[in-house]
């Protein structure tokens, strides 16, 4: 067994570490975000999700000591890379009742061992079953709220197009609804790991062989990507147009910046392609009868509508962040700070104009920034008490090659920034990035070192109909290569 690797002290820079929840992982972060991410962008994600998460753990169980105080409880920041704290939501689901760490691992976080639970904080049998009353009850408004804020987001998209428009105001708006859809997102995603662990429990029982129709019941009713991948952009803001962008790099063309979040844009003729299968309420039609195909298509639609609100909610973020790729330079500018700057700077700090001297804090978190870019972190670390970081064994397991989204498919191994064949191709990726996605519904399939059960690029796949293998071993796989792959098994095989 190997010796923990140690990467010396969190740096001013950082979030505090939790004072007991200490091992975090960049699992899920790591599928759509870029490795690191400029103060101003941290604060368009990381706090408004620490907020969302608090107000949905509350809202089950009430307030709680181990949520509150001034350090972040369900996120971190070490070296202006982004973590979410692993402990914290493997502490969410032991209190979820039926469920554990590792059914968060499987779903969001590759596979890697989720830490312990503390047992002592677990919720007893009573909070627990009401924490998933309260939730449920909370899903099912859901769509509502989401397509009001929708609303509401395309009022801000167009009032930030035109110009002379109050910055400071307009800031202030974007920041409430960023946090709306953050809380959405946060919701919706929490809610689909005992979602889908209790979907799956049930159709166990109630059908004959489960596993022949799982792939058609996790293939989501149409979700959002499709209508905005169909959508012309005409514009810097127009409503598709972040999917061109880095999700969550606000700063990408900042020179410190560019080399993490840096993305190909992917130009396509707008094809589309027919799809053959059925829906899943008719294939399940077909198959079962009375009091089975009633229990089967009432959880199945529970679950696909969930999961639509989680995409849902997803992309109206990046679009809300969209819109500050045009307010952070006009926030800049009415506070006299250089262009070129202000990614070193909070919205907060913009927005609020906070008494000092803003031009001494950029100066001074410059010189923090370009140190902790030069620190080389691992996907999974633990923060000791005096505040070192460690690489946990967790960190040294390898992740095996898992199918996500089912069905098979063989073409030509295709990188997404290389030209797209005229034969049936392959995307071979490391992540679900904005160059990827244009490409899935052109695809036969699609391999990625990164991903999981429920993450980003899994949920895709399925709504494209297309197989996917998650956690494979893409250096590999030459470009140009035949592959062939099944989204069930995991298998990925190259052809001589």
Avoid at 8 to 25: A, E, N, W
Avoid at 67 to 82: A, H, I, Q, V
Avoid at 337 to 348: A, H, M, N, R, S
Avoid at 372 to 395: Q, S, W, Y
């Amino acid at each position: 067994m190997r010796e923990p690797k140690r990467l010396g002290v969190v740096g001013p820079l950082d979030t505090d570490p939790h004072p007991v929840f200490r091992t975090y992982s960049a699992g899920n972060f790591g599928e759509v975000a870029p490795e690191r991410l400029s103060p101003f962008s941290w604060s368009l994600v990381g706090p408004p999700m620490e907020a969302a998460t608090r107000r949905m753990t509350t809202k089950m169980w009430g307030e709680r000591a181990w949520m509150s105080g001034e350090f972040f409880t369900f996120l971190g920041y070490f070296k202006c890379r982004p973590y979410h704290n692993y402990s914290a939501y493997g502490q969410i689901a032991a209190s979820v009742p039926g469920i554990d760490a590792d059914d968060v691992g499987q779903a969001y976080f590759e596979g890697v061992p989720a830490p312990e639970p503390y047992e002592a904080l677990v919720e007893n049998p009573l909070i627990k079953a009401k924490g998933v009353v309260t939730i449920a009850r909370e899903v099912s408004l859901a769509i509502v709220r989401i397509r009001n804020l929708e609303e509401c987001l395309f009022e801000l998209e167009a009032r930030a197009c035109e110009a002379g428009f109050d910055v400071r105001l307009l800031a202030s708006e974007a920041l409430s609804l960023l946090k709306s859809c953050w809380y959405e997102h946060i919701l919706s995603t929490t809610a689909l790991v005992p979602l889908t662990s209790y979907q799956e429990r049930i159709l166990k029982r109630v059908c004959d062989e489960p596993e022949d129709i799982v792939a058609l019941l996790t293939r989501p009713d149409e979700l959002v990507w499709k209508r905005l991948h169909r959508l012309t952009t005409t514009g810097d803001l127009n409503s598709a147009d972040f999917l061109n962008h880095p999700f969550y790099e606000v700063a990408y063309r900042h020179p410190l910046w560019a080399k993490y979040s840096h993305r190909l844009q992917v130009e396509s003729d707008g094809t589309e392609l027919s799809e053959s299968f059925l829906a899943p309420a008719d294939a399940i039609a077909g198959m079962y009868k009375g009091v089975r195909y009633r229990v089967i298509a009432g959880v199945t639609k529970t679950v696909a509508e969930t999961m639509a609100c989680r995409e849902h909610s997803k992309s109206m973020v990046m679009r809300v962040l969209h819109v500050f790729r045009i307010l952070g330079p006009a926030l800049a500018a009415a506070q006299s700070i250089p262009d070129e700057l202000w990614p070193f700077l909070t919205v907060e700090e913009l927005v609020n104009a906070p008494r000092g001297n803003l031009r001494e804090i950029v100066e001074d978190r410059v010189t923090l920034c370009e140190e902790a870019l030069t620190v080389v972190l691992p996907e999974n670390i633990e923060i000791l008490p005096d505040g070192e970081i460690i690489e946990p064994m967790a960190a040294a397991v390898r992740v095996q090659p898992r199918g996500v989204s089912g069905g098979s498919a063989s073409g030509i191994a295709v990188r997404p920034e290389e030209d797209v064949p005229d034969e049936e191709f392959i995307i071979v990726c490391e992540a679900a990035d904005a160059d990827v996605v244009p490409l899935l519904r052109f695809a036969s399939g699609v391999v990625s070192r990164r991903g999981s059960a429920m993450s980003h690029l899994a949920i895709l796949c399925r709504e494209y109909g297309i197989p996917c293998v998650v956690g494979a071993d893409i250096d590999s796989i030459p470009s140009g290569a035949v592959i062939a792959i099944n989204g069930g098994t995991g298998k990925v095989k190259n052809h001589e």
